[in-house]
């Protein structure tokens, strides 16, 4: 007898009929509707269920609460056979939404949430954090999270579900949790029999953070780094070596270009995903608690700003500038299009050209400083030389010789040694030696001065011709600017041409891109390797490049995915007459808005530009005849100082 034909009844007696199945079969039974009862729904097991298990739904439904009802698909009834003893299931709220995965991860998001922002996420995020307190409060711990395990509703509201595979604790006797998922798992039970742990509310919030940063980061998982070395490890493994990709501190591996960073991001919320994954996590308590998150995320929920040109980027209000314009700009990916649009902002026709008539007014500084020798030489008083130029042994020497002669002639033998010492002293040089060094230090200063004074010159000659150069570059580039504004609609229909152009390429790619990898048949790739991918951000065919590297996927399974791209591509039909399609249209105002506002920038801060330039040379000149008095006095006194000792 098929199982919808069976008598069944909930704990009270009362017989229950099951109405049609939702959604697909688990592991473990099926879900129906119940007819008569709109919110309620019927799990029923595809054994009947015995021992511990039954103890624990048991447990479980005298739990039930006004509060983790509010937030969870909890159980409320057990569902028994005809005879009313063998545990056949559990009726528990009937809970609508989607699976969390398909919010943060961007492709999914575009066709089932398409007006979210990202204020939308990370309310939502606020709102798991929640629905994790509230079981975390009552000492329940989640144990297998994952992105299964969270529903979320088109108004943003969650729903924790498959709660009779949670860990409970009561009368001293724990119901565990034996089951996980690797991408998952916190570092600590990496590898581990899971069967044989007691879970702790620390290793939820491991799963917790990671589901938060998935929602912020656009579905990148927090350990999918690039490896900076040939180590080539998965994901379960980056997670037990807590080499968190995004980490200040991380050496080992590198985060994915296409993604916001921890900078984009308040400190509050850095150093929480910090705490959450980085070494030393793992020990007991010291992971952020699910009231920890909800109250950071609340917080920068209403701390963002909308973007100036596309009003679906909102961003942290400590950011200058939106991160999400510049990946949008930088690898052509706008995360967020279908949610707002082209803002049209900025200078007017006659506001940019008042602007530019202020840039043409501004003349560059005059080069009216003149050359040293063009200034009458300064009256000085030369300084006199301390010694004297003449040798005094030289003197003396004569002195000695010529007495010594006198006596030599009178008859005195001594006389002789006084000759030769007289010659001696004679020979030694007319000239001090003295006199010589100073005569070679004056010359010495004499031609530092000189130099010193060329120096300033040429130095300040050098730097106005840098500047001159500067200025000019300057006034072109500001006048090449200004041309680009005034010919706008130039520069626009050339867009939409070559849009025109592209338009095969255009309805390609957008049809590769509805592909995604989570619904399709690919060979060799079951549930896991798809997860795999999603956490590097390959959700869709249109992600698939031949130079793909990614852990784990090696050359056997690139060709596979290689092979499913260009099945998907046979499928593919141009339609010429087709418009450009509304993506493609708004991706192009979009960088169009983004380059108008960066040439607008430029022409504004223009002015300024020149003036500052003006400014600094100003201030060089200034400087330049400041210095140019003591400079020429020294250059004088040093000359006269020499010509004192030069004769």
């Known amino acids: 007898m098929r199982r919808r034909e069976m008598v069944l009844f909930d704990e009270t007696g009362r017989s229950l009929r099951l109405g049609n199945q939702i959604g697909r079969a688990g592991g473990e039974g099926k879900v129906f509707a119940l007819p008569g009862q709109p919110d309620l729904i019927a799990k029923v097991y595809h054994s009947p269920l015995v021992g511990p298990k039954v103890e624990k739904l048991v447990q479980m439904t005298r739990l039930a609460s006004p509060n983790l009802l509010n937030s969870c698909a909890w159980p409320t009834r057990l569902i028994l056979d005809a005879n009313k003893k063998a545990v056949l299931g559990i009726m528990m709220p009937y809970v609508k939404g989607k699976e969390i995965h398909s919010l943060y991860n961007p492709k999914s998001r575009y066709k089932e949430y398409p007006k979210f922002t990202w204020k939308h996420l990370v309310q939502v995020s606020a709102n798991v954090a929640a629905a994790f307190d509230s079981i975390h409060s009552k000492g329940i711990v989640m144990g297998d999270v994952n992105e299964g395990n969270v529903l979320v509703n088109s108004d943003g509201t969650v729903r924790l579900i498959d709660c009779d595979s949670y860990q409970i604790s009561l009368n001293g006797k724990t119901y565990g949790c034996d089951v996980g998922i690797g991408l998952w798992t916190p570092p600590e039970l990496q590898y581990k029999n899971l069967s044989n742990i007691t879970r702790t509310t620390n290793h939820d919030l491991f799963g917790l953070a990671q589901m938060i940063f998935l929602m912020l980061f656009m579905g990148r998982h927090p350990f999918a780094g690039i490896p900076k070395t040939k180590d080539d490890f998965e994901i379960e493994e980056a997670i037990r070596r807590h080499l968190f990709a995004y980490s200040p501190s991380q050496t080992q591996v590198s985060p994915p270009e296409v993604s916001i960073q921890l900078s984009h991001i308040p400190e509050t919320c850095v150093t929480l995903f910090r705490k959450a994954f980085e070494k030393g996590s793992e020990r007991p308590g010291t992971r952020p608690s699910a009231k920890d998150w909800n109250r950071a995320l609340s917080h920068l929920s209403k701390n963002l700003r909308t973007c100036r040109y596309d009003s679906g980027h909102l961003y942290p209000v400590h950011l200058s500038n939106c991160p999400w314009c510049h990946i949008s700009q930088a690898h052509g990916i706008n995360f967020f299009w279908t949610a707002g649009g082209f803002v049209a902002a900025g200078l007017h026709g006659t506001q940019f050209k008042a602007v530019y008539q202020a840039i043409k007014s501004i003349n560059p500084v005059g080069r009216d400083f003149k050359h040293p020798n063009s200034y009458p030489t300064p009256n000085v008083i030369p300084r006199l030389c301390p010694v004297s130029r003449t040798n005094p042994k030289f003197i003396f020497g004569w002195i000695v010789l010529g007495l010594s002669a006198i006596v030599t002639f009178s008859g005195f033998t001594i006389a002789f040694i006084g000759i030769i010492v007289g010659i001696a002293m004679a020979c030694s040089g007319r000239i001090n030696s003295k006199f010589t060094q100073e005569r070679s230090r004056r010359h010495a200063a004499k031609e530092e001065a000189n130099r010193r ?154 002015p300024e530009q020149l003036n500052r330039l003006n400014a600094k040379m100003k201030q060089l000149v200034s400087d330049y005849e400041k210095n140019l008095s003591d400079l020429l006095n020294a250059n004088a006194q040093a000359d006269a100082d020499y010509n004192v000792v030069s004769g």
């Open 453 to 606: 004074l060329e120096a300033a010159y040429t130095d300040l000659d050098r730097k106005y011709n840098a500047y001159m150069t500067e200025f000019r570059k300057t006034q072109t580039e500001l006048e090449t600017v200004f041309r680009k504004l005034d010919n706008w609609h130039t520069e626009t229909r050339a867009e939409i041409q070559d849009l025109e152009k592209q338009k095969r390429d255009i309805q390609l790619k957008l049809f590769l891109d509805k592909k995604l990898i989570k619904t399709a048949r690919i060979q060799n790739f079951g549930q896991k390797r798809k997860a795999v991918l999603a956490a590097y951000g390959i959700e869709s065919a249109l992600d698939i490049r031949k130079d793909l590297r990614i852990p784990g996927i090696g050359t056997s399974l690139l060709k596979d995915l290689l092979a499913w791209r260009a099945k998907c591509e046979s499928y593919f039909k141009y339609n010429p007459q087709a418009p450009i399609p509304e993506a493609a249209l708004q991706s192009s105002q979009n960088r169009l808005a983004n380059l108008k506002k960066d040439l607008e920038s430029q022409l504004r801060a223009g």
